[in-house]
C-alpha cells in the first residue's frame, strides 16, 4: 500500500504506541504518509505488531522502548528519536496506566505511580519535544486527558488527578508555544475498548455503557481520527483546546 496524505515527510513519537488507542494513532498517521516512532514500555511483540501495520503503509518505523516516568529514559528516547528522521514534527502523548481503587483505601504509592506515568510522563515529553519543536517553528503536541479528568470517576482518584493535570499542562504550553506555530491540544476519551478495560466484568462494561448517549463504548479508531486533526499541519489556528470522544458522555 502506497501512502499519500497530509502527514508525508512528517515524523510521530506516540508514547505507549504498542496497544490500544495508541496502536490505533500509529496506525492513523502511517496512513497518510508519517514516519512513526513508537514508544512502549514491555510488551515487545505488541510494538512489534505495531510497527508492521504501519509499514504496510510504506512508511518508516522505529521502536523506543522507555518508561515515560523516567526523566533519564524520555532524554535518550527523543535523542534516539531526533537522530533517526532528524526531527519530531507531531508528539502524542498517549502512554497512561490506572491504579484504581477508593480513597479510603488508595495506597500513596500507587496514588504516586499513576501520577508519575500520566502527568509527569507528559511533561518529560511536552518539554523535550518542545525544545526540539522550538528550533524547527513546528509542532503538534496532543495530549491524552480523559473524560475522568473533567468529570471525577469513584475509584479514581489518582487517575482523575493525572487527567485533570494533563489539561493544565496542555493549555499552558499552548500559550507558551502559540507564536512559535506549535499548537498543543488534548483528547479526553470516555470509554474506549482497550486492555485497560480488562479488569472490568461485562456486567460492569453494561453498566458502563448505560448512562453513555451513544449507548456503546468508543474504538480507539475514533480516537485516533480526532488526534489526526489536531496532528494535521493546516490546523495551525486551533490550541489549547480538548476535545471529548466519549459518545456524548461529557456533554
Ligand atoms: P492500554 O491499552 O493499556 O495501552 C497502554 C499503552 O501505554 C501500552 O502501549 C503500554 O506499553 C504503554 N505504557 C504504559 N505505561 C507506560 C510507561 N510508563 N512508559 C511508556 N509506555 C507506557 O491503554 P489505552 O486504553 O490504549 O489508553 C491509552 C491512553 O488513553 C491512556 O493515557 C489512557 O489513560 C487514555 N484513556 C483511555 C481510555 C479508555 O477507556 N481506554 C479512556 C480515557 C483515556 P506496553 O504495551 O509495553 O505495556
Known amino acids: 500500500m502506497e501512502s499519500t496524505g497530509v502527514f508525508n515527510g512528517r515524523t510521530a513519537l506516540v508514547t505507549g504506541g504498542g496497544r490500544g488507542i495508541g496502536r490505533a494513532v500509529c496506525i492513523r498517521l502511517a496512513k497518510e504518509g508519517a ?11 505488541a510494538a512489534r505488531e505495531t510497527a508492521a501495520l504501519c509499514e504496510a503503509y510504506g512508511v518508516k ?3 523506543i522502548r522507555a518508561d ?3 526523566r533519564a529514559a524520555c532524554e ?4 534516539e528519536a531526533k537522530e533517526w528522521n532528524g526531527r519530531i ?3 502524542v502523548n498517549n502512554a497512561g496506566i490506572t491504579k484504581d481503587q477508593i480513597l479510603l483505601r488508595m495506597k500513596e504509592e500507587d496514588f504516586a505511580r499513576v501520577i508519575e506515568v500520566n502527568l509527569m510522563g507528559s511533561f518529560h515529553c511536552m518539554q523535550l519535544a518542545g525544545k526540539i519543536m522550538l528550533k ?9 486527558s480523559s473524560v475522568v479528568g473533567l468529570r471525577g470517576n469513584p475509584g479514581q482518584m489518582n487517575y482523575a488527578a493525572s487527567k485533570a493535570g494533563v ?3 496542555t493549555k499552558t504550553m499552548a500559550k507558551e508555544m502559540a507564536a512559535k506555530n506549535i499548537t498543543v491540544n488534548a483528547i479526553a476519551p470516555g470509554f474506549i475498548e482497550t486492555d485497560i478495560l480488562n479488569d472490568m466484568t461485562d456486567k460492569a462494561k453494561e453498566e458502563m455503557t448505560k448512562p453513555i448517549p451513544a449507548k456503546r463504548l468508543g474504538q480507539p479508531e475514533e480516537v485516533a481520527e480526532a488526534i489526526a486533526f ?21 456533554v
Open 35 to 45: 514516519d512513526v516512532i513508537i514508544n512502549y514500555a514491555g510488551r515487545d511483540d
Open 61 to 63: 518505523t522505529k521502536l
Open 68 to 70: 515515560v516516568s523516567d
Open 76 to 79: 535518550a528516547m527523543f535523542q
Open 89 to 91: 514534527d507531531i508528539l
Open 136 to 144: 524547527q517553528k513546528f509542532g503538534r503536541i496532543i495530549n491524552m
Open 167 to 169: 489539561i493544565g499542562m
Open 230 to 250: 489536531f496532528a494535521n499541519p493546516e490546523n495551525a489556528y486551533i490550541t489549547g483546546q480538548v476535545l471529548c470522544v466519549d459518545g456524548g458522555m461529557a
